[in-house]
């Protein structure tokens, strides 16, 4: 695997992404008047959809974006232009810069904009204080952003998650309704700086009976954030995320007719440093032709952040045990502890109520105190067996954690 990373990665420097990407609105990699190439849609092969054996859903990718280096703007589109402040003392604009260049002339402004009619696509124009050299000559170079989920221009939701078939789909859709307005580029040439890498889990109970043990994972990211549905943790350049995509959709009010429960687990590449270092690419081009070696370094970041426990040590958690049965009965009753307390006591005794009350009679010399505790027996009997009804229908945390363990690294 590491032979690998090293074939695709290079050194990077700040002037060599000054280079890059060059002067505004041009062909940099090919120089102007390069014919740019179009794909061909292919067709979704009609068998997409789950992989039923192991409860996973085919594809890997959701939301990308790209700084795209390659692009043209006509003299008719449809970008929309801001400009910087004016100082209305000398009339002098400050922020702005010549944005792109056509037969037209330049065409100067702080940033512009296209967001695609269905809002499944958004390019943008403009500087990043990130990267513009204060000692530059002349107008600093412009980054052209390209974001869209892969998986909604694919499939118009993002439920299902991209193949290398619905990559070359979306690339194809979104490289058309560019044209349209007026943006020529080639998105394979484009820069990937961020890639929200994803497996949907297909459970086999209701998914938030997950989360109480999921809580409970040694996380090794920084800034976890858990909630009663979801688990998020996250740095500087990457997140992991855990949720029902149900309880998502319905919060976004998009039908779930038809959706089976569902978990995400959702790792983001938020930056192009560490897609380069981690997945050992940088365009889309490698990204469409590498979706294996994707998956196994997906796996990998699972592995290290989240299932690094093995399920024997997982088993072995006393603490844990107390924290499944307390869980099983808060639902039956408001004073789980109190009822966890009488089923306890009671399991403690119920193979020797004979022996037990034999010790009643003789302790207190009464046979009507031993009717009494009888009676009282025969109540906790009925009551305990009330109580373990929802503790032997609900699989143990470490059944859960195998489960979705198995299915998540597979």
């Not at 990699?29 to 996973?56: V, W």
């Not at 990308?64 to 390659?70: E, L």
């Not at 484009?190 to 997950?210: G, P």
């Not at 049965?325 to 109190?338: D, F, G, I, P, S």
Request: glycine share 6%; hydrophobic share 35%; no cysteine.
């Amino acid at each position: 695997m590491r032979a690998q990373n090293r074939r695709f990665a290079s050194p990077v420097t700040a002037a060599s992404k000054l280079r890059d990407f060059g002067k505004p609105g041009m062909y940099i990699n090919s120089g102007l008047g390069h014919k740019l190439s179009h794909h061909t849609a292919p067709k979704i092969p009609a068998n997409r959809g789950f992989s039923m054996s192991n409860g996973t859903e085919l594809g890997l990718i959701d939301s990308t974006q790209f700084n795209v280096a390659d692009f043209k703007i006509g003299v008719s589109h449809s970008l929309e232009i801001r400009h910087g402040s004016t100082n209305h003392g000398t009339g002098v604009k400050t922020g702005d810069t010549v944005l792109f260049r056509n037969s037209g002339g330049a065409t100067r402004g702080s940033l512009a904009f296209y967001n695609a009619p269905d809002n499944s696509f958004s390019f943008t124009l403009g500087l990043s204080k990130f990267h513009v050299d204060r000692t530059f000559q002349g107008d600093p170079p412009v980054f052209a952003t390209l974001t869209f989920s892969a998986a909604r221009v694919a499939f118009g939701s993002n439920y299902q998650l991209a193949d290398a078939t619905a990559l070359k789909i979306a690339f194809s859709k979104v490289e058309k309704g560019l044209a349209e307005a007026g943006i020529r580029t080639n998105i394979e040439k484009a820069i990937l700086t961020r890639a929200d890498v994803t497996k949907n889990i297909l459970t086999e109970e209701n998914a938030k009976e997950y989360f109480p043990m999921l809580h409970t994972l040694p996380i090794k990211l920084k800034n976890v954030v858990k909630h009663g549905g979801s688990l998020s943790a996250r740095n500087g350049e990457q997140e992991t995320s855990i949720y029902s995509k149900r309880d998502e959709m319905i919060a976004n009010k998009r039908s779930v007719v038809g959706i089976p429960e569902t978990i995400r687990f959702e790792q983001k590449f938020k930056t192009r440093e560490k897609i380069r270092t981690y997945l050992g690419f940088e365009t889309a081009s490698d990204l469409l032709n590498n979706l294996d070696h994707v998956a196994a370094r997906y796996k990998d970041s699972m592995k290290k952040n989240i299932f690094k426990l093995d399920v024997f040590d997982f088993e072995s958690t006393t603490a844990q045990q107390f924290v499944d049965e307390l869980n099983a009965l808060k639902e039956l009753h408001n004073y789980a502890v109190n009822s966890y307390l009488l089923l306890k006591g009671y399991q403690a005794i119920a193979n020797s109520e004979e022996s037990f009350l034999a010790a009643v009679e003789e302790v207190s010399g009464n046979r009507k105190a031993v009717y009494r505790t009888k009676q009282k027996l025969h109540q906790l009997k009925m009551e305990s067996m009330s109580l373990e009804t929802p503790l032997k229908n609900k699989k143990s945390s470490s059944k859960l954690y195998e489960e979705l363990k198995k299915k998540v690294l597979s």
